[in-house]
């Protein structure tokens, strides 16, 4: 490894695995979609899931997902455009809030709001960066670099290790001083995406997908289908881990992250390198410690930004069929149009404690019944039992004297049924 072009091939290939890194966390994703959608509630956790979406091949390291990985982090906003019904617009709406050129990882690593001339996580990731620099040296003789080597390669990826580390970091600070729910939402948008999801992803990118791997169509729809599907299932643990008190989740986020430091090392160098949880764990502290006095400024400062920048490219989710919840009201019609269908709300706020807010349109003058079940389905409140005209309503839930759990609101009018799934957390 002391062979001049040995080293020059070495540093492109951190070099290249960094381009599309810089970027905020999945929680700070999420929270800033929650903020950017308040308004719209009943389509937020929509939104929230597509704004996890351009992340999906973020931490994979073959050229397939790296050029799937540039697609998703940059958009012309042809997957609004390709949206074919309001849920979709919902996650397109929350990609664009995440990707390039409108989105949030524009202030992450091109131009803060709040700091001059870089984009705030590249900042604060190179003030971090030599915190973990010997740490880092370490490792890489530790699997059989000599020294120089070693700090010459330390020197390249430690900006890029201290990136993905203060993207969690910061995850975890949103949770602690921010959005103490943070981690159920995230489990929910995933849990309740809309099933058209995966084809929305196809209509957009299959066709680069094809051409780049000299797959056939159905070949690259049935990648990004099975990807979409294992990433969603990475995103629910992840949300699930943020529902941990703090320290047990930074002890098994740092367990599940070493691998994918040793991966990214090990992509660079043809080495075996071994990086410990407790490693990862330090790493972590210092970068909350470090970001922790300036990341509430430049996250306010970038969900105000955003909102301008989509509002500017004509990129809303205000179109009333979405309006089916304002504040104070109780249960009673919400908007003088008349719904096109009959449809139950994803309740808000979810989860809650201990009171929460149903919503649902009435198309046509009929009976309707709301009703809360628990887990093992056994009846625990009728909200609503009685003739509706048509319109937008709200019923409020109190579930006081209630366990903290999974609950499920059934709405009954007719033929028509449908149920929401919602998370009493105490």
């Given at each position: 490894?002391?062979?001049?072009?040995?080293?020059?091939?070495?540093?492109?290939?951190?070099?290249?695995?960094?381009?599309?890194?810089?970027?905020?966390?999945?929680?700070?994703?999420?929270?800033v979609a929650d903020r950017l959608g308040a308004k719209y509630p009943l389509q937020n956790?929509?939104?929230?899931?597509?704004?996890?979406?351009?992340?999906?091949?973020?931490?994979?390291?073959?050229?397939?997902?790296?050029?799937?990985?540039?697609?998703?982090?940059?958009?012309?906003?042809?997957?609004?455009?390709?949206?074919?019904?309001?849920?979709?617009?919902?996650?397109?709406?929350?990609?664009?809030?995440?990707?390039?050129?409108?989105?949030?990882?524009?202030?992450?690593?091109?131009?803060?709001?709040?700091?001059?001339?870089?984009?705030?996580?590249?900042?604060?990731?190179?003030?971090?960066?030599?915190?973990?620099?010997?740490?880092?040296?370490?490792?890489?003789?530790?699997?059989?670099?000599?020294?120089?080597?070693?700090?010459?390669?330390?020197?390249?990826?430690?900006?890029?290790?201290?990136?993905?580390?203060?993207?969690?970091?910061?995850?975890?600070?949103?949770?602690?001083?921010?959005?103490?729910?943070?981690?159920?939402?995230?489990?929910?948008?995933?849990?309740?995406?809309?099933?058209?999801?995966?084809?929305?992803?196809?209509?957009?990118?299959?066709?680069?997908?094809?051409?780049?791997?000299?797959?056939?169509?159905?070949?690259?729809?049935?990648?990004?289908?099975?990807?979409?599907?294992?990433?969603?299932?990475?995103?629910?643990?992840?949300?699930?881990?943020?529902?941990?008190?703090?320290?047990?989740?930074?002890?098994?986020?740092?367990?599940?992250?070493?691998?994918?430091?040793?991966?990214?090392?090990?992509?660079?160098?043809?080495?075996?390198f071994t990086v410990t949880p407790a490693q990862v764990e330090s790493f972590l502290r210092?970068?909350?410690?470090?970001?922790?006095?300036?990341?509430?400024?430049?996250?306010?400062?970038?969900?105000?930004?955003?909102?301008?920048?989509?509002?500017?490219?004509?990129?809303?989710?205000?179109?009333?069929?979405?309006?089916?919840?304002?504040?104070?009201?109780?249960?009673?019609?919400?908007s003088a149009d008349v719904p096109k269908e009959f449809a139950l709300g994803q309740n808000?706020?979810?989860?809650?404690?201990?009171?929460?807010?149903?919503?649902?349109?009435?198309?046509?003058?009929?009976?309707?019944?709301?009703?809360?079940?628990?887990?093992?389905?056994?009846?625990?409140?009728?909200?609503?039992?009685?003739?509706?005209?048509?319109?937008?309503?709200?019923?409020?839930?109190?579930?006081?004297?209630?366990?903290?759990?999974?609950?499920?609101?059934?709405?009954?009018?007719?033929?028509?049924?449908?149920?929401?799934?919602?998370?009493?957390?105490?």
């Open positions: 490894m002391k062979n001049l072009s040995r080293i020059l091939v070495l540093a492109a290939a951190i070099v290249s695995t960094t381009a599309a890194a810089f970027a905020w966390g999945n929680a700070t994703h999420v929270y956790t929509y939104e929230l899931y597509g704004a996890l979406l351009p992340d999906t091949y973020t931490y994979s390291f073959d050229s397939t997902a790296v050029m799937m990985d540039a697609l998703l982090q940059t958009s012309d906003g042809t997957i609004y455009r390709s949206a074919w019904n309001r849920n979709l617009k919902s996650v397109a709406y929350g990609f664009l809030t995440h990707a390039a050129p409108h989105g949030a990882d524009v202030t992450a690593h091109t131009a803060a709001v709040t700091i001059p001339g870089e984009g705030y996580i590249v900042h604060t990731a190179g003030v971090l960066a030599p915190e973990l620099y010997p740490t880092i040296v370490e490792i890489l003789m530790n699997g059989g670099l000599d020294e120089s080597t070693a700090q010459y390669v330390a020197g390249q990826a430690s900006p890029v290790l201290a990136n993905d580390v203060l993207e969690t970091a910061i995850d975890l600070l949103v949770k602690r001083q921010d959005d103490k729910f943070i981690g159920a939402k995230i489990a929910a948008a995933a849990l309740a995406r809309p099933f058209e999801t995966p084809e929305l992803l196809c209509a957009v990118y299959a066709k680069d997908l094809a051409a780049y791997a000299h797959l056939t169509r159905t070949q690259a729809k049935a990648r990004i289908i099975a990807d979409e599907a294992a990433y969603r299932k990475m995103i629910i643990q992840y949300g699930t881990l943020f529902c941990l008190p703090e320290n047990t989740t930074i002890a098994q986020l740092s367990a599940s992250l070493a691998p994918v430091a040793e991966s990214f090392l090990e992509a660079a160098v043809p080495l075996d210092k970068a909350m410690l470090l970001a922790a006095p300036t990341y509430k400024a430049e996250l306010t400062a970038t969900i105000a930004w955003v909102r301008e920048q989509l509002n500017s490219a004509g990129v809303t989710n205000t179109d009333s069929p979405f309006v089916f919840w304002k504040e104070g009201a109780g249960e009673q019609a919400l808000y706020p979810n989860p809650f404690n201990p009171s929460t807010s149903v919503k649902f349109a009435v198309s046509e003058t009929r009976m309707v019944r709301l009703t809360v079940y628990d887990m093992l389905g056994r009846e625990i409140a009728t909200l609503v039992n009685e003739v509706k005209e048509p319109g937008f309503y709200t019923a409020t839930w109190n579930a006081s004297g209630l366990s903290s759990g999974v609950y499920f609101c059934r709405m009954n009018s007719g033929a028509f049924t449908q149920t929401q799934r919602m998370t009493l957390m105490k």
